[in-house]
């Protein structure tokens, strides 16, 4: 049997293997119902040949789409294929970038087919004096076996070197053209000689020869033996020009001109981030968890298989290591090993998710995977057992807590620094965050909670809190939940965020943009989180319970007027009553149509409709006063903690697919801001007797990234000369100097200016603008026109993002698109809108998130100055009247040169700031000079 030399050339056929896959596996598909069985099938296959091979060099080769010179010597060559299948035509994309995260090489040559590619690069290796290794399943490629060139299957792993050939087919690798032309090829379309099947071929090349031996020797055949010989001769003359050209269609050529040498062909590190992506994507669950391994994608040695094994199922890791400490000597011991550990992993329990009450009732710890232990400080049930005293506990803890040089990794800290803040420690030392680093790694994987975590990275299923604490109304807190069940859940969470640690961090390391992005960015803002989170706004309730008595009776008035509209009373909160009266009884067109099919009433349609049919108009404004209402003028007021008389928001860092910020109970990233609705809510943020509000919020931060990214010369010049962008863009776009643009051609180029960043089209222009599309499509191709560098920035961020399947900011962070090469159009234009703005709206985040770091820093120092809300691309302080111009003048530097030293910037950062007694007043008084106004109550 032919044997493989070690660290051969491995050439893939992958186009074989693609449809072989495809009709060889069941019709896989992930939870989206995307089809995955031929991306599956072929990878697996590429997963075998490293594993068995391990080879420093390798090709994968797939056809290239459109004709070759093959199809001008025969125009039926393969016309009898039907068009590739739509199930499989979606996964040729995301097979090649997982192929290119794989580190292998992927070739396509326009104008060749993979045979073509692949003989040119065997012939070329050969020559070179190295062995290769052909993957394939087609038998046109044992033309090329040689001595030193064999073929392997990898769906059978059955090995094809020249005996092997002679063996299979009956003739030698030599004559395999002849042996093709002359019996043709049905998969292909390439004709042969009609009558002549496979043993006939064989009886004549063993008789005679190739094609030359025998139309030189025709009157040899009828001595021949096989059925038929006698006038055969007639028959192969008649045919010899069919039997040539099938030779011609046959043949491999190994003269292709590439622009890879074989021995170029080396494999770089894998893209650990990509092939995460991809993997959780397509929900491919066994080699997610290999990614781990540092092996990947090698790894060990194994035999080939026609399809990987199953998917591990979830399990339960072993709870035998896991202690519980009750007794002072344990606890003197676990106190020892932490100080003596480089990192160790812990957790806080409590008996509620709100940071100003929630009470502390255990810690857990872990030092080495699989050991961990749970402290109890507060369990109330009636058998507890005796428990170490609790002041006792925290002051001997307070040390090690608090010692910024003893490693700690924990699983959403912040929360877990906010409670211990309540029980007198100030944590430190924080140094990894296992839910930060997941987000980092990729924003779009999946929730980056920690039983997620676990079962996407470790294939472990967590105890559940419902699983010990049981659901709804009859839930126990923590704290009443007997120990036996307490301690292991809580021991778990220390072991299983040490263990994410472990496989997470190497991964962000690998990056080191991503590891720097945690190590400056996201983990000191924890800290500036928690702070912010603990302080709290102010709330006026008076204003607000006017302002939601005020609604009340607008809402009213709304409900009456969309009864007379519609002729007769319905419920306004009700879809399926708003569809009977606006597409049955009414008859308005039918824009949108839900996943189930019904007419669609949402916000985009209803403000669509709006255009043209007053009773969507009514209805669009009672929907957003109702909003209004229930979020915030009749909620704020409940939420007022009774402890610290304050709101406490939750900010959380890892929710948003761009990096900004999102806020929860309350949400203050969506109070309007435009609307006199809005500002009348931000009137109830007060500040307290003795001190102002500082509004400080960055000046067209997006616009101003976007002229960084594209270097648009016009538009660089504009903000370093400090111009009104607007007025700017209207001069340009009306051909009007900026002294004569009007408010309304400034209005005009601002919807253009804002809605070109989130890739807006003629069609949203012109409804944005109340005009037609052509005239909407007129002003976009002016604007592309006078800034020629955001056309080209926006066209080269598109293919940038369908080649490697994410784009990045100025910082470095990774904002993947996952339908960016979507078969569905729509999904796909979506994702490159998406494309074009996330990294203006990532660097946007990058930038506060930096400038909040730096400022919290300086607050240290500052006792009458408090950071109270994060608000997307504003920042809003407390400040004592005594000091309030020097804060002003302070943040402002501070937020300006944020950038200087990180992310440096074409164009300068501009920051407006106001003062006042409440957060619209300091809107109000926004000023971009440093010669701000201070209002006074």
């Known amino acids: ?131 290769v290794v052909i993957s394939t399943g087609d038998k046109d490629m044992a033309q090329l076996v040689t001595t030193n060139i064999t073929l392997i299957n990898t769906m059978n792993n059955t090995v094809l070197g020249s005996q092997e050939v002679r063996d299979k087919y009956g003739v030698p690798p030599e004559l395999m053209i002849d042996f093709l032309a002359l019996m043709g090829d049905s998969s292909d379309n390439i004709p042969g000689v009609p009558g002549v099947g496979e043993k006939t071929a064989q009886a004549l090349i063993q008789g005679l020869g190739g094609l030359d031996c025998l139309f030189s020797n025709l009157e040899k055949i009828a001595t021949l033996t096989f059925r038929g010989a006698k006038t055969f001769a007639a028959k192969l003359q008649q045919h010899k020009e069919l039997a040539y050209l099938s030779y011609q269609l046959a043949t491999i050529k190994t003269d292709v001109k590439l622009d890879i040498a074989h021995d170029k062909l080396n494999i770089p590190p894998p893209d650990i981030d990509q092939l995460h992506q991809l993997f959780s994507r397509y929900e491919f669950k066994r080699w997610l968890a290999e990614l781990n391994s540092p092996d990947w994608p090698m790894g060990k040695k194994r035999p080939a298989t026609s399809i990987d094994e199953p ?156 699983e010990i604490a049981g659901k709804g109304k009859s839930q126990l807190t923590f704290n009443q939940i007997a120990l036996e069940q307490a301690a292991p859940y809580a021991a778990e969470d220390a072991d299983i965020t040490l263990r994410l640690h ?268 109340g005009i037609a599309r052509v005239e909407a499509q007129h002003y976009i191709d002016l604007y592309f026109a006078r800034y020629p560098g955001v056309a080209n920035y926006m066209e080269a961020i598109r293919k940038q993002a369908a080649t490697q399947g994410y784009v990045t900011t100025l910082s470095g962070r990774r904002l993947y698109l996952p339908d960016i090469n979507a078969s569905s159009a729509m999904r796909r234009k979506a994702a490159e809108r998406e494309a074009i703005n996330a990294p203006m709206q990532g660097t946007a985040a990058d930038i506060i998130k930096s400038a909040m770091i730096e400022i919290d820093a300086w607050l240290q120092h500052q006792p009458l100055v408090r950071m109270i809300m994060q608000v997307h691309d504003e920042l809003v302080f407390e400040v004592h009247e005594s000091v309030v111009q020097g804060a002003v003048e302070k943040i402002r530097h501070l937020m300006e040169q944020t950038t200087e030293k990180s992310m440096p910037l074409t164009v300068p950062l501009c920051v407006n700031i106001g003062v006042g007694a409440n957060w619209d007043q300091a809107h109000c008084s926004y000023q971009i000079n440093p010669s701000v106004s201070v209002l006074t109550k």
């Open 1 to 131: 049997m032919t044997q493989i030399t070690a660290n051969p050339l491995i050439l893939v056929d992958a186009s074989s293997y693609l449809y072989r896959a495809y009709h060889a596996l069941p019709p896989l598909t992930n939870s989206h119902k995307e089809p995955t069985g031929a991306m599956y099938g072929v990878l697996n296959m590429l997963r075998s040949l490293l594993s068995q091979y391990h080879p420093s060099h390798i090709a994968v080769v797939f056809d290239a789409k459109g004709k070759t010179f093959r199809d001008e010597l025969y125009v039926q060559y393969k016309s009898h294929r039907p068009p590739m299948p739509d199930d499989l035509a979606s996964q040729i994309e995301p097979l090649y970038r997982m192929v290119r995260a794989m580190g292998l090489p992927l070739l396509v040559v326009a104008g060749f087919e993979a045979d073509d590619v692949i003989g040119t690069l065997a012939q070329q290796a050969e020559k070179a004096g190295r062995s």
């Open 311 to 466: 998917t591990a199922p979830s399990a339960r890791f072993s709870q035998d290591n896991y202690q519980i400490i009750l007794d002072e000597d344990s606890l003197s011991h676990w106190i020892e090993q932490l100080n003596q550990a480089d990192l160790f992993a812990f957790d806080t329990e409590t008996d509620g998710l709100d940071i100003i009450n929630a009470n502390l009732i255990g810690l857990s710890f872990a030092i080495t995977p699989g050991e961990a232990a749970y402290l109890p400080l507060a369990h109330d049930y009636s058998d507890a057992p005796i428990q170490l005293d609790r002041t006792l506990v925290l002051d001997k803890l307070k040390p090690l807590l608090e010692n910024p040089q003893k490693q700690k990794v924990g699983q959403n800290l912040k929360f877990d620094k906010s409670i211990l803040a309540r029980c007198g420690i100030v944590l430190q030392g924080i140094a990894f965050d296992t839910m930060l680093e997941s987000y980092i790694l990729n924003t779009v994987a999946g929730r980056h909670d920690m039983d997620s975590l676990s079962q996407r990275y470790l294939q472990h299923k967590t105890i559940t809190f419902e």
């Open 502 to 769: 472990h496989c997470l961090w190497p991964q962000l390391q690998q990056s080191k943009a991503l590891s720097w992005i945690f190590t400056h960015i996201e983990m000191p803002l924890l800290s500036v989180l928690s702070r912010i989170e603990s302080t709290g706004v102010l709330i006026d309730r008076a204003v607000l319970a006017q302002h939601s008595q005020e609604l009340t009776t607008r809402l009213t008035e709304l409900e009456e007027q969309a009864h007379l509209l519609a002729e007769e009373p319905f419920n306004l909160a009700s879809p399926k009553q708003l569809q009977t009266i606006l597409y049955e009884k009414q008859q308005l067109p039918v824009l949108k149509k839900t996943p189930k099919g019904a007419p669609s009433t949402d916000e985009e349609v209803l403000a669509e409709l709006a255009l043209d049919y007053p009773l969507a108009k009514v209805l669009l404004e009672y929907r957003g006063l109702a909003k209004l209402k229930t979020t915030y003028t009749d909620k704020l007021p409940s939420m007022i903690n009774p402890t610290s008389g304050r709101v406490h928001t939750s900010y959380h860092q890892a929710v948003t697919v761009t990096g900004r910020l999102s806020s929860r109970e309350p949400n203050l990233q969506n109070i309007p801001i435009r609307s006199e609705e809005g500002r009348r809510i931000r009137q109830a943020f007060i500040a307290p007797p003795g001190y102002q509000i500082i509004a400080a919020d960055y000046s067209q931060i997006e616009l101003r990234i976007m002229a960084h990214l594209s270097q648009d010369s016009g538009l660089i010049k504009a903000f370093t000369a400090d111009k009104d962008i607007h007025r700017a863009t209207a001069a340009e776009v009306f051909n009007v100097s900026v002294e004569t643009a009007t408010d309304e051609q400034r209005r005009s180029a601002k919807a253009i200016n804002f809605g070109l960043i989130y890739g807006m089209s003629a069609f949203g222009l012109a409804r944005q603008l």
